[in-house]
């Protein structure tokens, strides 16, 4: 029982994309030759809870028909979770601020871009087509990909610094987030169609989404191999190889009674890996 009850809040929570982020930050820090900070982790944390309280807040319809379990859980805190966001944002911003200026503009990104994503405007619909950013065809997995790569320049403004190895973590970044996010959009078809979400699953099958998936594997191993063989990255990232493989067979388990686990727990913990990855490579 008390099992559950942990991993529900830690799953259901959000709780565990956010350690990711922390774990995808620290791993930054490591690549460009820095300690990673508690400091560092918490703001990273802090950002990306925001960020997802806010987006489960406003899509908690849609939510109750791709993922009702989910909703069903946050539905006790459902009137204090613009507050958790609320504070999340403050306390980051306060502790960004106490760092340096530069990083505390950075910051103010991450919040444009939940913002544009989950509540989007009607100026931006007249500009692009879609009121919110995760309308339009892949346009929602881009979005959150592309925020995510953002972590190693966040860092690199962080400690004031700005070696190339930060900049060559970001595509693989960018790639990894970009097979996750098609992967969860097969749980999400019968929503993402019944609310006007475009995706790769609902508008040309799970066996598109499947090659398509196995293609961002292949080229972000292709790409990590290249970058530490140019030395744009230091051989230890080599470790990083471990996660295309590690896709794969998530996407090749996910069945049946253990789709949702090999999604919720296993997909997005992929992250939270990431750091022990990278320091067993420094050994």
């Not at 559950?4 to 930054?28: F, K, M």
């Not at 911003?93 to 505390?104: C, D, G, P, S, V």
């Amino acid at each position: 029982m008390i099992g559950r009850a942990v991993y529900d809040e830690l799953v259901y929570g959000g709780h565990l994309l956010a350690l990711g982020t922390a774990s995808i930050a620290s791993t930054a820090a490591l690549v460009m030759g820095r300690e990673p900070t508690v400091e560092l982790a918490l703001m990273a944390y802090l950002f990306t809870y925001g960020a997802y309280t806010i987006n489960r807040v406003i899509e908690a319809d849609q939510d109750r028909v791709s993922h009702p379990e989910r909703t069903a859980y946050l539905d006790r805190r459902r009137r204090i979770l613009p507050a958790i966001a609320a504070c999340c944002f403050g306390l980051g911003y306060i502790l960004a601020y106490e760092r340096n200026l530069y990083f505390l503009g950075a910051l103010v990104l991450p919040l444009v871009l939940a913002v544009l994503y989950s509540v989007g405007s009607d100026k931006m619909k007249r500009i692009t087509g879609t009121r919110r950013l995760k309308e339009g065809l892949l346009v929602k997995n881009v979005v959150i990909s592309f925020g995510w790569s953002l972590i190693p320049f966040l860092v690199g403004l962080y400690y004031l610094a700005a070696p190339v190895s930060l900049f060559a973590l970001a595509p693989f970044i960018f790639m990894r987030l970009m097979e996750n996010t098609i992967f969860f959009d097969e749980r999400d078809v019968k929503g993402d169609a019944q609310y006007g979400t475009k995706t790769i699953p609902s508008t040309f099958g799970e066996k598109t989404a499947g090659r398509v998936m196995l293609g961002f594997d292949v080229l972000s191993a292709v790409y990590i191999g290249a970058a530490a063989a140019l030395s744009l990255l230091p051989s230890f990232a080599l470790l990083l190889l471990v996660f295309p493989v590690y896709s794969v067979v998530y996407r090749h388990l996910a069945n049946g009674s253990n789709a949702n686990l090999m999604r919720d727990l296993v997909a997005d913990g992929e992250y939270i890996l990431w750091m022990p990855v990278i320091l067993l490579g420094k050994i």
